[in-house]
């Protein structure tokens, strides 16, 4: 009671309403027999149960995050004995670290390595004997290779499987050092619906890189490239 | 490709667009049918046919959700791909998804899925073992081909993604054996988010929108992003399918109801059940859950749902699954709010929601 003798209302312990529920400690606690949640929104029981378990569900995500980070760091920095030093210092490291582990389970894998020329290294398909005349199909459904040359040559042939039994042509290669163009090359489909490509390698030509374009003769549309070292 | 039969992403969801459900409905069965018809491009009809080929199709032909493939297509086309350079990953997801069904299965002693016995129950082990094997190889094709559609770089951050996803799944399925096998009951909620996060949701939501948000993005997506966003979604959907194990309709659900508990799987309904149970009901908890499930007694069984049913751990479960897709929406603003409206992006949005409304 006051001074003046009216009753006077104690201060509240919190003027606003009461949002945290909240509880320290592992979610859900343990062993405790308890009475069944109400489904009813704004009752305590239910917005506890969803406060607590996303934020349970942030931490353990973040959790997850920094064990990723974690590793990677260690991977990157070539501490970590999983996947060997540079483990993933780059495509071509990743690519050989797959082909490497994949090589096993698959004959799929060895296409795939196969052409990706750009990335991953050239598909090497011949490396012609000095003066004399070679012929190979590569590891994969491939072209068909008749190289004749004096000197080691290796050709990359990229193009899209579904093409691979098309009418195509092949312009002259060109290299960016030489003036001279590597031309007279001849693309067809032999009987059994096999690309077959025939390369001559003139004596004079210069050694360096040439490349060009593979295209359809009907439209001009172009369907890939070809790439051809001469040693 | 039926690319031309896809509706146009850049087009706002407003003016005439379906509503959220009826719009994941909707993007559901126009990316499963496209996703499918690519996926039957890379099921050989080869000998033996018997024993292994047309078995292959058995699971893909059974008629999934579809959502792991549409969530990819979704989210590529929401980052500015075109479709033919991602309906080939998501058919080597939907691939990959129904060779783990396979192996799930067995592993889990499950009898049914997508409404018929399960393949090692029509076909044997061994048979079914060496189908998800095949089947997950195969799914390694579409991945293969993506270097003529997305180029070699892309095509092998794809690759990195799957390797890191395939490994995630994993360690997940390893956990949840693990604890079945060794009886493990001592688990609270955050041990089944983790192992949740791990088992369900990299294959079910991260990666699939990892996978698409790279290929639109080129390549420019951070290590970390679409986790938050995914393990909400994903643990969303994976506590609903568990309540959907035990109070969904056999029908519509297609696979056996209570089979959680049959199996002895560690949900959050029976970890809600352990944590809520008398003294003496936890030790007969644990005592049903011992034997193996072909051991395991039907009484005993209906036991745990009517002990279920009391404590009410689905109704748990439920506002947990209601929460987590509240904060993947929240996570889904983070993530895309900036991207301009489209069709897909709705998709995303609206498959927080979704969730709730399936019943299988």
Redesign the interface.
């Known amino acids: 009671m006051s001074d003046q003798g009216h009753f006077e209302k104690p201060e509240p312990e919190r003027t606003g309403p009461y949002r945290q529920f909240f509880r320290p400690g592992?979610?859900?606690?343990?062993?405790?027999?308890?009475a069944?949640?109400s489904?009813g929104s704004g009752d305590p029981g239910?917005t506890g149960?969803?406060?607590?378990?996303?934020e349970?569900?942030?931490?353990?995500?973040d959790?997850?995050?920094r064990f990723?980070?974690e590793v990677?760091e260690r991977l990157s920095s070539g501490l970590t004995g999983v996947a060997g030093p540079g483990a993933v210092g780059g495509?071509e490291q990743?690519?050989m670290r797959?082909m490497r582990s994949t090589l096993d389970?698959?004959g799929?894998?060895v296409?795939?390595m196969s052409?990706?020329p750009?990335?991953?290294g050239s598909w090497m398909a011949q490396a012609a004997p000095v003066g004399g005349t070679a012929a190979s199909g590569g590891v994969d459904q491939g072209p068909a290779l008749s190289i004749e040359s004096s000197r080691p040559v290796e050709v990359s042939f990229d193009l899209?499987p579904r093409w691979r039994s098309a009418s195509l042509a092949v312009q002259p290669l060109r290299s960016a050092t030489q003036e001279t163009a590597l031309q007279g090359i001849e693309l067809e489909t032999a009987d059994d619906g096999r690309l077959r490509l025939r390369l001559v390698v003139p004596d004079e030509l210069p050694g360096g890189v040439y490349t060009g374009a593979i295209f359809d003769p009907r439209t001009g549309v172009g369907r890939g490239t070809l790439t051809v070292r001469v040693g | 490709m039926r690319a031309a039969a896809v509706r146009e992403s850049a087009a706002p969801p407003s003016g005439g667009a379906a509503p959220g459900p009826a719009l994941v409905r909707e993007v559901l069965e126009e990316y499963g049918a496209l996703t499918r018809e690519a996926l039957e491009g890379y099921l050989p009809s080869l000998e033996p046919k018997r024993y292994l080929y047309d078995l292959l199709a058995d699971y893909p032909r059974r008629g999934g959700k579809m959502m792991r493939p549409s969530i990819c297509i979704a989210a590529g086309r929401a980052f500015g791909a075109r479709l033919d350079e991602v309906v080939g990953s998501a058919a080597a997801i939907e691939l990959l998804h129904n060779a783990l069904l396979i192996h799930d299965d067995i592993e889990d002693l499950s009898m049914e899925r997508r409404g018929k016995p399960a393949l090692h129950v029509l076909h044997g082990v061994p048979i079914a073992l060496n189908v998800g094997d095949a089947l997950s190889l195969m799914s390694l094709r579409p991945l293969i081909e993506n270097r003529w559609s997305i180029g070699p770089r892309l095509a092998l951050a794809i690759l990195e993604e799957t390797d890191r996803m395939a490994r995630e799944s994993a360690e997940g399925q390893a956990i949840e054996l693990g604890w079945i096998r060794d009886n493990v009951v001592d688990l609270d909620d955050a041990d089944y988010f983790r192992m949740i996060l791990k088992k369900t949701c990299w294959l079910a939501a991260i990666h699939p929108a990892r996978v698409g948000a790279i290929i639109g993005s080129r390549g420019a997506l951070g290590t970390d992003r679409f986790v938050r966003f995914g393990f909400f979604l994903g643990a969303s959907f994976q506590i609903h399918d568990d309540v959907l194990n035990l109070t969904g309709d056999h029908g519509r659900y297609g696979k056996e109801i209570a089979g959680d508990l049959w199996e002895g799987k560690r949900t959050l309904i029976l970890i809600h059940l352990l944590r809520s149970a008398t003294r003496e009901e936890r030790a007969r908890v644990r005592r049903v859950l011992a034997p193996t499930r072909e051991r395991r007694d039907g009484d005993d069984v209906a036991w745990l749902a009517e002990r279920v049913e009391h404590y009410d751990a689905v109704g748990y479960a439920r506002q947990v699954a209601h929460g987590f897709a509240g904060a993947a929406l929240h996570e889904f603003d983070r993530e895309l709010g900036r991207l301009p409206e489209s069709r897909d992006k709705g998709f995303l949005r609206a498959l927080a929601t979704w969730m709730f409304e399936r019943t299988r």
């Open positions: 592992p979610l859900g606690g343990t062993g405790q027999a308890t069944r949640p489904n239910w149960v969803v406060e607590r378990s996303v349970a569900g942030y931490r353990i995500v959790e997850q995050l990723g980070q990677a495509l990743m690519a797959m389970l698959a799929l894998w296409e795939m052409s990706v750009a990335t991953m899209e």
